[in-house]
């Protein structure tokens, strides 16, 4: 089956400390985005990538980095730099075009220790 | 820059109720509108979507929605809902290379 997979469902980061989020997809999909969800916040967006070896920083990019250098993947690093790094991170992907619908994997829970 | 606005932050309903969720949004054009649901630690499912033509558009589950462009409105809806509703529901809009922006969130919660 087809859809985007996230690992690992749970996370846990101590100070100092980079962690990556894994994001995959099969979908075939050029456009893939990390968002942020904290209690009572929504979704904010923190990088999304159009294409291979390009991606642009959204609303909340700092403390945060990624990488596009295959088209099914699209890791998020949470650094150091990061000091409020507790949250829920989804990833999600789109086809580019008219159908603007996103799917979603089924997030990746981070804890600070 | 558009927005999306969710008013209701907590919404109780009593199972078998009737149900209406309210989003109004902010937007130069028609937007591309959208109702996600999301269960608890879960990733987000697609309810419905509006992009253009009939104003009320049906979704899955037995949920619809209606556009009025004179309100700003994308107002979420179901005639009767279930114990199985009770979820967090998130209005977006989109158009743009970089994705949806979001509400923040309605949560429904289902009285017995």
């Known amino acids: 089956d087809g859809g985007i997979t996230q690992s690992p469902k749970y996370l846990f980061r101590k100070e100092g400390q980079n962690v990556t989020l894994s994001c995959e997809q099969n979908l075939n999909h050029d456009a893939m985005y990390w968002y942020r969800q904290d209690p009572g916040q929504g979704l904010r967006l923190i990088y999304y990538?159009?294409?291979?070896?390009?991606?642009q920083k959204g609303d909340i990019a700092e403390g945060y980095s990624v990488s596009r250098e295959k088209k099914e993947s699209f890791p998020l690093t949470v650094t150091s730099a990061q000091k409020n790094p507790t949250a829920f991170y989804l990833c999600a992907s789109k086809t580019t075009g008219s159908s603007e619908k996103l799917f979603f994997g089924s997030g990746t829970q981070l804890s600070v220790l | 820059a558009q927005s999306v606005t969710q008013p209701d932050i907590h919404i109780t309903v009593s199972e078998g109720a009737s149900l209406e969720l309210r989003c109004n949004y902010s937007y130069g054009a028609t937007p591309y509108l959208f109702w996600y649901v999301q269960s608890p630690g879960q990733g987000l499912q697609l309810l419905l979507k509006y992009f253009s033509g009939d104003t009320l558009v049906q979704g899955i589950k037995g949920f619809e929605a209606e556009f009025k462009r004179s309100q700003s409105s994308f107002n979420l809806r179901k005639p009767s809902v279930h114990w199985s509703d009770a979820a967090e529901y998130f209005c977006t809009s989109g158009g743009g290379a970089d994705g949806l922006t979001f509400g923040k969130g309605t949560h429904l919660i289902i009285q017995p």
């Open positions: 990538s159009q294409i291979v070896n390009d991606f």
